[in-house]
T-cell receptor, first 112, second 115 residues
Framework: EPEVTQTPSHQVTQMGQEVILRCVPI?????FYWYRQILGQKVEFLVS????????KSEIFDDQFSVERPDGSNFTLKIRSTKLEDSAMYFC??????????FGSGTRLTVV | AQKITQTQPGMFVQEKEAVTLDCTYD???????LFWYKQPSSGEMIFLIY??????QNATEGRYSLNFQKARKSANLVISASQLGDSAMYFC????????????FGTGTRLKVLA
């Protein structure tokens, strides 16, 4: 099955700056997800996105986060004003049903 | 609430031997799935194997098998004939099979295969 592509692979940003992380899944999938993994720690759910709307979000996904599917194929996660603790690997994923999800290769975000 | 516990932060295994990575879970949902993912040093998450709560037989995928003991709420991953390329972080995860589809992950086990 085709992979999920994430860009950039690594981004360094100044604290307080906005960042946009991009994901290109297959356009005919309806369910998408963002997860994050702080270095050396477990993978945490951020948000699920179904049929172009947020279907569920975690307590981590506060007002500084937003997701969009601006053009029907790309899927973006925006962090409005980055904090040091936002430094992590961010994964997008797609899938439903009884099989494992396909994860993207991840974007490593470093906030300095 | 759902919870996944992986009690082995690190494991060593000799090449060509089998290794078992432990995973216990807790949930009140009647229908759920258990998953294992591999994360090599390059960082990507690779799906390995899935077990549904209603499946009667343990899942197998090549050298991977899932030892599912529902009464004990355990879903251990068994890797047979370990290879050097199996050295990675392994995560156990769970999700409901209806409604929300989000994963709950364990803290992971780092496996090192020795030559």
């Amino acid at each position: 099955e085709p992979e999920v592509t994430q860009t950039p692979s690594h981004q360094v940003t100044q604290m307080g700056q906005e960042v946009i992380l991009r994901c290109v899944p297959i356009s005919n999938h309806l369910y998408f997800y963002w997860y994050r993994q702080i270095l050396g720690q477990k993978v945490e759910f951020l948000v699920s996105f179904y049929n172009n709307e947020i279907s569920e979000k975690s307590e981590i996904f506060d007002d500084q986060f937003s997701v969009e599917r601006p053009d029907g194929s790309n899927f973006t996660l925006k962090i409005r004003s980055t904090k040091l603790e936002d430094s992590a690997m961010y994964f997008c994923a797609r899938g439903t049903g009884l099989t494992g999800y396909t994860f993207g290769s991840g974007t490593r975000l470093t906030v300095v | 609430a759902q919870k996944i516990t992986q009690t082995q932060p690190g494991m060593f295994v000799q090449e060509k031997e089998a290794v078992t990575l432990d995973c216990t879970y807790d949930t009140s949902d009647p229908s759920y799935g258990l998953f294992w993912y591999k994360q090599p040093s390059s960082g990507e998450m690779i799906f390995l194997i899935y077990q549904g709560s209603y499946d009667q037989q343990n899942a197998t995928e090549g050298r991977y098998s899932l030892n599912f003991q529902k009464a004990r709420k355990s879903a251990n991953l068994v890797i047979s004939a370990s290879q050097l390329g199996d050295s990675a972080m392994y995560f156990c995860a769970m999700r409901r099979l209806s409604g929300t589809y989000k994963y709950i992950f364990g803290t992971g086990t780092r496996l090192k295969v020795l030559a």
